[in-house]
């Protein structure tokens, strides 16, 4: 059975840093896209970072320069760095695994971490 844990969320002072961590058990993803999303109250889920097995990223408009998104296979981990945080920045962030399957894209969500950025 595969399983997505996301650890590493809490509470921030503003311009401190977080680091994100998500581990998955069950299977091998090694391959595949690794991101992560978050979700504010009243509002919608947004893509915050994304990261393929060949190497590429991007970042939603409003993280860019502040987060980075990496991965070791090894550990069958996705990790997202989050520096110079903002109050905007509060909310339930979760880790999706996309695997490719013989008839598409097999995806995965974990439970999501929150994190509050407030002084």
């Known amino acids: 059975q595969v399983q997505l844990v996301e650890s590493g969320g809490g509470l921030v002072q503003p311009g401190g840093s977080l680091r994100l961590s998500c581990a998955a058990s069950g299977s091998s993803f090694s391959i595949g896209v690794a991101a992560w999303y978050r979700q504010a109250p009243g509002k919608e889920r947004e893509l915050v970072a994304r990261?393929?097995?060949?190497?590429?990223?991007n970042y939603g408009d409003s993280v860019k320069g502040r987060f980075t998104i990496s991965r070791d296979n090894a550990k069958n981990t996705v990790y997202l760095q989050m520096n110079s945080l903002k109050p905007e920045d509060t909310a339930i962030y979760y880790c999706?695994?996309?695997?490719?399957?013989?008839?598409?894209?097999?995806?995965?969500w974990g439970q999501g971490t929150q994190v509050t950025v407030s002084s």
């Open positions: 999706k695994r996309s695997v490719p399957t013989v008839g598409g894209t097999q995806d995965y």
């Open positions: 990261s393929t097995s060949g190497g590429s990223t």
